[in-house]
């Protein structure tokens, strides 16, 4: 048989990857992607100091630069991050274990497809930011209410994502597992929810993403903290430089969670995929 | 051996799941839509298997060998007639039995020998599991490649970890739909010689179907052709021959040669140009 250990060498999953290409290469990729945001700085930083642009319209770097040291070493800041992250993390942590138990359920079973689709499915229908008067109106402008309004925006993303992904679980797999017997709590454990693990990692970035969203949505409406506050509370004073530290950190916060989910999904994509 | 826990049916039999069972169609026939959409693929199909034969499937393209198949797993119910194993009917997913498909179907987020134990019957100890799992890799001669996932093998080593994990639960009866299909020609001949050597090794009843006609006459005791009468919409049972002598064969016999042709023509095929 040893000719087919050697066919089995040659095979494309076995073969030997050439690493040298930069885009292989994770400080080929890091520097690839850092090369954007920094010719958008030497950019930014042109336009300001050869007066391309107004300052009224775009601040200097060094400008919002100093708005975050002020603002640090006045302790606000940290608590706008705080309070900001906190909410996000909240939020979605309810809306994906929620989304993650309803999707599940209703992706599994067709009672509770029956009962439950069309309900989720017009309930989804409603733009999300409807739900605020009446949020504000049950919840009061407390944590309760924008926290509510995040759990909604990361519900959606995670519980359609699992609830397709479980219908489409290879229906031969299935029917192979049964027929070794499997059925009820280890059919699932051993076919479904491995198959969906993959897609739920997805449904889970993009719900991560809504949340972002849904927080700064939150804090421009009603707020008194947070990064949406921020940028309401420096869009009325004129703070243009606070106005862009806040665009700033959105984008930092936003990209350093994204990331984490990221290194989660890959390891769990090795696992599972 | 508890597979048989779940059946309480079955406990009152208490015979050890490796020993052969017979299998009995009664009348099977099998359609498939509700209305006009209607069709008939299979019909009145009586036939007894005996325990410890390898019984296999012939015919055409689409006729229904793999429908009947799944009529004794159990995971198909057919329309009209019942199917018995060892006298009693099939209702249900049978632990007697155990499939090995037309694709492998592995989980592909596990490796060949966690697929390979996804065949033990519910209940085997660990130890006597890892035990038969490593004996039918050797078996199968992918014990080189335990740890490999379903992607990173090839297909005729798929098809041989499929095999693997339908011995796996020592069935009764073992069910192989072209277990061989994927195959070049060289494995192929291995591969029947191991199936010869698994069955006298541990003795079951062997449905298997395949398009190989040589292969059938390799292998079989008896051959079943299934096909169409003339203006039926449904196939049914349309030979049983017995193939004499005792395996392995010799491929090139005379009498072989001659069942050879005339199997090829009740499929339809003319062997003169063959
Ligand atoms: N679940 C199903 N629903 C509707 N029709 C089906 C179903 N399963 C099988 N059939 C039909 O039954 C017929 C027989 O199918 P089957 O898979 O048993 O054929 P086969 O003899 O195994 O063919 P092949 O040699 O190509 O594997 C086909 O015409 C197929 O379309
Ligand atoms: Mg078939």
């Not at chain 1, 992250?85 to 939020?91: D, E, F, K, P, S």
């Not at chain 1, 079973?109 to 439950?116: C, I, Q, R, T, V």
């Not at chain 1, 309760?144 to 992904?165: E, N, Q």
């Not at chain 2, 208490?14 to 693929?41: D, I, M, Y």
């Amino acid at each position: 048989m040893s000719s087919l250990t050697d066919l089995a060498n040659i095979l494309p999953g076995n073969a030997v990857q050439p690493r040298n290409h930069p885009l292989e290469t994770r400080w080929g990729r890091g520097l690839l992607g850092a090369l954007v945001p920094l010719v958008l700085l030497v950019l930014w930083q042109a336009a300001t100091a050869f007066g391309w642009v107004s300052t009224s319209q775009l601040p200097t770097p060094e400008s919002v630069f100093s708005a975050a040291v002020q603002l640090l070493e006045g302790g606000t800041l940290a608590q706008h991050i705080a309070i900001s992250t906190q909410r996000v993390l909240i939020g979605f942590a309810i809306g994906a274990i929620l989304g993650l138990v309803v999707g599940a359920l209703v992706g599994l079973s067709e009672l509770a497809d029956a009962l439950l689709g069309p309900f989720i499915g017009a309930i989804r229908a409603v733009p999300s930011l409807a739900w605020v008067p009446l949020l504000i109106l049950w919840l009061k402008i407390g944590e309760d209410s924008k926290v509510t309004l995040i759990v909604i925006g990361a519900f959606f993303p995670v519980f359609t994502t699992v609830y397709l992904a479980l219908r489409h679980v290879d229906k031969n797999l299935i029917e192979a597992a049964r027929a070794f017997g499997l059925k009820g709590t280890r059919l699932l454990t051993t076919i479904q929810l491995p198959a969906v693990v993959p897609a739920v990692f997805s449904g889970l970035r993009l719900a991560l993403a809504q949340s972002w969203l849904f927080l700064v949505a939150a804090e421009l409406i009603a707020s008194s903290m947070g990064l949406g506050f921020l940028l309401m509370d420096s869009q009325n004073n004129g703070r243009i430089d606070r106005l862009f530290l806040a665009i700033i950190l959105l984008a930092l916060l936003g990209k350093i969670t994204d990331a984490l989910l990221g290194f989660a999904e890959r390891k769990a994509i090795k696992r599972w995929a | 051996m508890t597979s048989t826990l779940d059946r309480p049916a079955f406990t009152a039999s208490t015979k050890p799941a490796n020993s052969s069972l017979s299998v009995t169609f009664f009348g099977v026939g099998r359609s498939f839509g509700t209305g006009k959409e209607n069709r008939q693929v299979l019909r009145d199909v009586d036939l007894v298997v005996n325990p410890g034969e390898v019984l296999v499937i012939l015919g055409p393209s689409g006729c229904g060998k793999s429908t009947l198949l799944r009529a004794v797993s159990g995971l198909d119910a057919p329309s009209t007639g019942r199917v018995l194993i060892d006298g009693t009917a099939v209702d249900g997913v049978d632990p007697r039995c155990a499939v090995a498909f037309q694709e492998p179907r592995l989980l592909p987020w596990q490796s060949v020998e966690r697929n390979v134990a996804l065949g033990l019957p519910q209940g085997t100890s660990v130890k006597e599991g890892s035990a038969r799992v490593a004996e039918l890799l050797r078996l199968v001669e992918l014990d080189g490649h335990s740890g490999l996932r379903p992607r990173e093998i090839s297909g005729g080593m798929a098809q041989r970890t499929s095999l693997a994990r339908a011995l796996a639960r020592r069935p009764g009866v073992l069910l192989l739909d072209e277990p061989f299909g994927a195959l070049d020609a060289l494995t192929r001949l291995k591969m029947q010689d191991l199936l010869l050597d698994i069955h006298s090794a541990y003795p079951t009843t062997v449905l298997l179907v395949t398009h190989d006609v040589d292969e059938a006459l390799q292998l079989a005791d008896r051959i079943l052709v299934l096909g169409r009468e003339s203006g039926e919409e449904a196939a049914t049972v349309s030979r049983i021959l017995a193939v004499p002598g005792t395996r392995p064969r010799n491929r090139n016999s005379e009498e072989l040669g001659q069942m050879r042709s005339s199997l090829l023509a009740s499929l339809g095929v003319d062997s003169g140009r063959h």
